[in-house]
């Protein structure tokens, strides 16, 4: 089965800086999820991104789609030290409801 | 909001037991999902529910079944637990979200521990 994978695995970085994590999936899909899961709780949806589109923001979230390379990236802007978390990207593999998930990339952010 | 509910947030059990999880949303969701978290291995997919009564085997069903008798209530079962079932479990059920978005709502998670 298509396999979505982070990169990097971890990431530390300073409060105020910009995060940058990385997403490569397999085959093809109709859009590309991206999650966050503070320590121990369930994953919490951040923002989707349809394969026709190729940039799209939320806040301080900033997500690209490139589906020529089958890789999608999500940019935190000025972070903070509440996005500390694990961060996922989920594809629908042309289903719709049945989700992929990466092994996801631990944030942390240092105050 | 959509609230996906897990009954138990820690569990202990021995091995052979016979362990059951269960999981409630409250959205009128027909898709609900299991996965189990591993350090590593990100989420995989247990099984899935369509509908009530309705049920597919995910990546990892093996040790695993599910019963769906009501649309609001997915539940997991492990029918004799192994130590190698010690992990975090997550349940989901899938919904629209407004316009034609749709996302999957996560429970809080059940860290089960087989000792």
């Known amino acids: 089965s298509q396999q979505g994978e982070e990169d990097p695995q971890a990431l530390s970085i300073q409060e105020g800086e910009n995060a940058t994590m990385n997403c490569s999936y397999k085959?093809?899909?109709?859009?590309l999820q991206w999650y966050r899961q503070n320590s121990g709780r369930g994953l919490v949806h951040l923002i989707l991104i349809r394969s026709n589109e190729r940039e799209k923001h939320s806040g301080r979230l900033r997500v690209t789609l490139d589906t020529s390379k089958k890789s999608s990236s999500l940019l935190i802007t000025a972070s903070r030290a509440a996005d500390t978390a694990s961060y996922f990207c989920?594809?629908?593999?042309?289903?719709?409801?049945?989700?992929?998930f990466g092994q996801g990339t631990r944030l942390t952010i240092n105050p | 909001d959509v609230k996906v509910t897990q009954s138990s947030r820690y569990l202990v059990k021995r091995t052979g037991e016979k362990v059951f999880l269960e999981c409630v949303q409250d959205?009128?969701?027909?898709?609900m999902f299991w996965y189990r978290q591993d350090p590593g291995l990100g989420l995989r997919l247990i099984y899935f529910?369509?509908?009530?009564?309705?049920?597919e085997k995910g990546d990892i069903p093996e040790g695993y079944s599910v019963s769906r008798e009501k649309k609001e209530r997915f539940s997991l079962i492990l029918e004799s637990a192994s130590t190698n079932q010690t992990s975090m479990y997550l349940c989901?059920?899938?919904?629209?979200?407004?316009?034609?978005?749709?996302?999957?709502?996560f429970g809080p998670g059940t860290r089960l521990t087989v000792t």
């Open positions: 989920a594809t629908d593999g042309g289903g719709a409801q049945k989700l992929v």
């Open positions: 529910s369509y509908d009530v009564k309705m049920k």
């Open positions: 085959t093809s899909i109709n859009n």
């Open positions: 989901a059920s899938f919904g629209p979200r407004g316009g034609n978005s749709y996302e999957q709502y």
């Open positions: 959205m009128d969701h027909e898709n």
